[in-house]
């Protein structure tokens, strides 16, 4: 069920609103109990607030509740709120690049690593051969994913490519070296690179623009932008140049840390190796009492009826334009 709650901005022709996404209510409805064994499982299925990628089938995040006899959800082993969620493959948008891992986290959605390619000729292992520090969860942190595109645009030397963050990638010139291009953040020159995308027999490599991060939280060069380029081409003193492919994650990661407590929840552990983060309400015990509105960890919170039946769901907040 969406809830939309809408606040219009004086002045503005659009509106900001918030909108509340709800998981399915569970407890006892019309005379019946939809509990198993005195628990209910929310996933992408039954709760939009998770991360759920439709074309794809992407998505695992679970939140588990098990209720006692008192209607409460212990904090003591075993806990009465557990949350789990597993990264997973994902093709970027421009296919040649490969894959890399991606994983839902508290309703987000967040990079967690390059994986290796099958075809370094066609240019798959790229962005996983020029980091140094392929896995985020490895690092215990992760990384939003702000920008996956294979949408073609005309860029100019005249009009920089504008990026998220405060970056914007420059074509400076061309000649017979190649296309020279200047990245910037927030004004400030931070990376330039020489690409050469319409030479003869061009790779992936040759046509892709790629900045390795010095330092991404605990990450040491880690590639957090990429730009393909169909073509470039000098006309009148002007560069012009065709992408088709952007790629872009934060510089600034999300701690997840274990031990790391987020409101109710506290994370258990992070494997690397099998992408999988877990964690419980270890030391935060909840009652389910009528009428009780309770934050478990930032943007998924839980309400219960005003009623003497129990009833419960998660749900979350989001802005959204009206």
């Not at 628990?39 to 992407?58: C, E, R, V």
């Not at 969620?85 to 948008?93: I, L, M, R, S």
């Not at 963050?165 to 690179?193: A, P, Q």
Request: aromatic share 10%; hydrophobic share 35%; charged share 25%.
């Amino acid at each position: 069920m969406l809830t939309v709650l809408c606040m219009p901005i004086f002045g503005q022709t659009t509106a900001t609103k918030t909108c509340e996404i709800r998981g399915q209510v569970a407890g006892t409805i019309n005379g019946m109990s939809n509990l198993v064994d005195n628990s209910f499982t929310w996933n992408p299925q039954n709760f939009a607030g998770f991360f759920y990628d439709i074309k794809k089938d992407l998505g695992t995040e679970s939140l588990k509740f098990v209720l006692t006899e008192d209607n409460k959800l212990s904090g003591d082993a075993p806990y009465g709120v557990t949350y789990t969620t597993t990264a997973q493959n994902k093709n970027f948008e421009r296919d040649l690049w490969g894959s890399y891992k991606v994983i839902g986290f508290q309703g987000e959605k967040y990079f967690a690593g390059y994986n290796y390619g099958v075809d370094e000729q066609t240019g798959s292992r790229i962005f996983y051969e020029w980091s140094t520090d392929k896995n985020s969860l490895s690092s215990e942190q992760l990384e939003k994913i702000l920008i996956d595109s294979k949408d073609e645009m005309t860029v100019t030397s005249g009009t920089p490519l504008k990026l998220a963050e405060g970056y914007e990638l420059v074509l400076k010139l061309i000649d017979t070296n190649g296309m020279y291009l200047e990245l910037s953040k927030n004004g400030y020159v931070v990376d330039s690179k020489v690409i050469s995308p319409s030479k003869d027999g061009a790779t992936e490599a040759d046509k892709t623009y790629y900045y390795k991060n010095p330092a991404v939280g605990e990450q040491k060069k880690l590639v957090t932008i990429g730009v393909h380029f169909k073509n470039a081409i000098s006309i009148q003193n002007q560069t012009v140049a065709t992408v088709d492919g952007k790629w872009q994650i934060s510089d600034t990661p999300l701690a997840i840390m274990a031990d790391t407590q987020y409101d109710k929840m506290t994370i258990r552990t992070v494997d690397a190796t099998a992408g999988v983060i877990a964690m419980d309400n270890k030391d935060n015990a909840i009652t389910l009492s009528k009428n009780k509105e309770t934050t478990l960890m930032p943007g998924i919170n839980l309400r219960t009826a005003d009623n003497d039946t129990l009833r419960f769901y998660i749900y979350s907040e989001k802005n959204c334009q009206c």
